[in-house]
């Protein structure tokens, strides 16, 4: 029996630093998608920006076109 023992202490202490590993890796994890998801929206905020210029190009050659 005692041979058991030993082997479920070890695994329950096998168990719980496997847990605590996993809860760390899920907060990192859950920090680099933070950190995709502002680039994401700053990538989104150029491109609205760049169609806006673009526009704004558009228009000028076209005045520059009719003279």
Excluded: H, P, W
């Amino acid at each position: 029996m005692k041979i058991f023992l030993k082997i479920g202490i070890v695994f329950a202490v096998v168990l719980l630093a496997s847990c605590r590993d996993t809860k760390k890796e899920d907060a990192e994890t859950k920090a680099v998608l933070e950190q995709i998801e502002a680039v994401e929206a700053e990538v989104e905020k150029i491109n609205e920006s760049l169609k806006e210029n673009e526009n704004e190009l558009d228009a000028a050659l076209q005045e520059l076109d009719s003279i």
